[in-house]
């Protein structure tokens, strides 16, 4: 980890992000707090539906949220003024699932790269040039396919132009919402360490969001394991996968699939059931009607994210009585 | 090797010949399946995995797509001589099907249950009660809860999960299955319905001895499942064998760079970056004779550009086609 781990970039306190579908509240994200600290990269990890991508969009305010704070070196992005607003956004930035339907397929990758240097007018337009040609070879394209469009490029280029049009206002933050998930592997190796070199080389702090435990396991310092709407485990990934204390987390990492002989068919003892609805959630702890483990009490009351040791935060019945240190 | 083969492809060469050239979707491919066992074809998009499976069950589109070469015997009978009579008593009768996404599958605008009791009425002389109830049966068979409510449902009121045990069921409907052809069965579900779906392919298996196909781009499915693999890359089968032989002791530098990729490799414990695979899949109508690996292989020599590596046989099960294979155990490799 770096040197600055301890500066708090960013810090959200039951945050909520509520959406209304058919009349019907759809509580996406339903009460999230954590810490992101400078030079990190924060795994997001959980199934469909866990609110992963609605963290990372509002964090962004690319969602209104309905309650909570949200503090970005101290300021609330949610009440910044015009100027402000646009510092904010030149600060932070984001890499999408699908570059194909992220990159805009009328316009050619020059122009996807110099439209946020116009709007945020960084610096002399004569200068732009040399900074497209600058960033794309930090991202692995040759400048002269600039004058390309989208669907000229194949899946893992294309994601290295989502790459390059998220760095072209030198951000500090990255939300990277299942930036490789739909490579296949080969190249999301290739687009991982592209990722992870830029991180080193400009000092950058990611959200990494991944439904894949294998890459959010690989990339992160620190891991949230994500369960409809909230956080159920939060530790650094090594005690997270270690020791994984939430019955979710435990599930989640033994349903995942790995190429190791030794587990062999034990990824297949499956967790029963489906993961519930976000408009009508389980009363009490919403994994409490696929617990193995579930009590009485987990039915009636949701458990409170706590601390059991140093930065190991988990919101389960089982390990209230421990006390936090 | 010969005893039980139920499923034998040999030598399978399938083209499709679009306006913008032909590409040889699959060259060479030779692939035998017991009864009642796994096996895995693996690899990335555009591998030709699906398009050798599509060949079994005379699923391809011809034209564009043309069978240029190869036999595929079922149960000893050449199913590519087949006419679609017979074809129809192949597919879904002795072999069934399971695609990726399986809402565009089932068909949204019939119940659950009828649609498997459709398949009921096709084989046997029953009505429609009777098949209904049947349907309800095989529902509660592949673990659906509430197989009696669920039935009267729609595809869409169904979770992923739930669907892709519906088309499971359907698969079973008939009465002999010998072979489930299982199309990326699990590539869009969540990891813990994932985990139950590969659960419930395996108990069957055991229960009714069917054998499966598992066409997959995911590795860790295939070390969980499969009992033997195959792994694809642009076309060409690289490398085949148990899958102690293909995870542990492969050969082929697509395999190694395949496994290395996945940032869950136990090997990387405390790793800073992954290994990765330069480069990208060459253009299949471009191919000619040469190792379609060549441009991204760390191995690569000048024989590699000119001719397509001869088979090596190491043991009954493992065999790779390379001319400078990567040498785990390095005095077998250099013996030939």
């Known amino acids: 980890m770096n040197d600055n781990s301890n500066h708090v970039l960013m ?38 539906g866990c609110g992963k991508s609605t963290l990372g969009r509002t964090i962004l305010r690319l969602e209104q949220k309905t309650g909570g704070s949200v503090l970005y070196r101290g300021k ?19 890499v999408f699932q699908d570059p194909s339907s992220s990159l805009n397929p009328r316009k050619r990758v020059d122009q996807i790269l110099r439209q946020p240097l116009r709007v945020h007018s960084l610096g002399e337009p004569a200068e732009w040039n040399d900074r497209i040609n600058s960033i794309l070879q930090e991202t692995g394209i040759a400048p002269q396919y600039r004058n390309r469009y989208p669907h000229q490029f194949s899946g893992g280029q294309k994601q290295r132009i989502g790459v390059a049009r998220s760095l072209m206002l030198d951000p500090d933050f990255i939300v990277m919402d299942e930036a490789v998930s739909a490579l296949d592997v080969s ?58 204390s939430h019955p979710y987390t435990q599930a989640l990492l033994k349903a995942f699939p790995t190429t190791d002989l030794a587990t062999r068919g034990s990824s297949i003892s499956p967790l029963e059931g489906d993961v519930p609805s976000p408009i009508h959630p389980p009363s009490g702890c919403h994994f409490s009607p696929r617990c193995p483990q579930v009590m009485d009490r987990c039915r009636e009351e949701y458990p409170p994210l706590r601390e059991i040791e140093n930065g190991h935060r988990v919101a389960c019945w089982l390990y209230q009585g421990k006390t936090s240190h | 090797m010969n005893e039980n083969v139920l499923l034998s492809i040999e030598n399978l060469h399938v083209s499709f010949y679009t306006l913008r050239g032909v590409v040889r979707a699959v060259r060479g491919l030779n692939l035998q399946i017991r009864t009642g066992e796994t096996v895995a074809l693996v690899g990335e998009s555009g591998c030709g995995k699906s398009v050798s499976a599509h060949a079994v069950t005379g699923l391809l589109p011809v034209p564009p797509a043309k069978i240029e070469e190869g036999k595929i015997f079922f149960d000893g009978q050449d199913v590519l001589q087949f006419n679609e009579k017979q074809m129809r008593g192949l597919r879904g009768v002795r072999v069934g099907m399971i695609f990726q996404e399986p809402m565009t599958s089932l068909n949204p605008v019939f119940k659950i249950g009828d649609q498997i009791a459709d398949v009921f009425r096709v084989h046997h002389r029953i009505g429609k009660q009777k098949a209904f109830q049947m349907a309800v049966d095989l529902l509660d068979k592949v673990k659906i809860p509430e197989p009696e ?188």
């Not at chain 1, 894949?212 to 409809?228: A, H, K, N, P, T």
């Not at chain 2, 899949?281 to 001869?310: Q, T």
């Open chain 1, 11 to 48: 810090e959200v306190q039951d945050l909520k992000t509520w959406f209304t579908v058919n009349g019907e509240k759809v509580l996406a994200l339903d009460g999230v707090s954590f810490q992101l600290r400078e030079g990190e990269i924060l795994g997001v990890v959980g199934e469909s």
């Open chain 1, 76 to 94: 609330d992005p949610f009440s910044l003024a015009k100027d402000d607003l646009k510092s904010f956004r030149r600060q932070t930035s984001m």
């Open chain 1, 187 to 244: 190249i999301q190796a290739q687009i991982l360490n592209l990722l992870l070199d830029l991180k080193d080389k400009r000092n950058l702090t990611y959200l990494f969001i991944s439904h894949d435990l294998g890459v959010v396991e690989f990339v992160s310092d620190r891991i949230l394991v994500m369960y409809l709407g909230r956080i159920v485990e939060e530790a650094p990934t090594v005690i997270l996968t270690g020791k994984p």
């Open chain 2, 149 to 336: 409510r669920r039935a009267r449902e729609y595809p869409f009121q169904l979770s992923g999960g739930m669907r892709q045990r519906a088309m499971i069921a359907m698969a079973l409907a008939s009465p002999k299955p010998g072979l489930i052809i299982a199309d990326e069965p699990t590539t869009a579900l969540d990891v813990t319905i994932q985990a139950q779906i590969l659960h419930l392919l395996k108990e069957l298996q055991k229960d009714i001895g069917v054998a499966v196909l598992l066409i997959t781009h995911d590795m860790g499915v295939v070390a969980q499942v499969a009992d033997r693999a195959t792994v694809m890359y642009a076309g060409r089968a690289v490398e085949q064998g148990t899958v102690e032989e293909v995870f542990s002791d492969y050969r082929h530098p697509y395999t190694h760079g395949l496994l290395h990729s996945l940032p869950g490799n136990p090997e990387y414990r405390g790793a800073k970056r992954l290994i990765a695979i330069p480069g990208t899949v060459p253009d299949l109508r471009s191919l000619g004779n040469e190792c379609p690996f060549a441009n991204r292989c760390s191995h690569v020599k000048d024989r590699c550009w000119h001719e397509f590596p001869e088979e090596t046989t190491l043991t009954a099960e493992h065999r790779f086609w390379c001319w400078y294979p990567t040498n785990l155990k390095a005095e077998d490799a250099h013996e030939r």
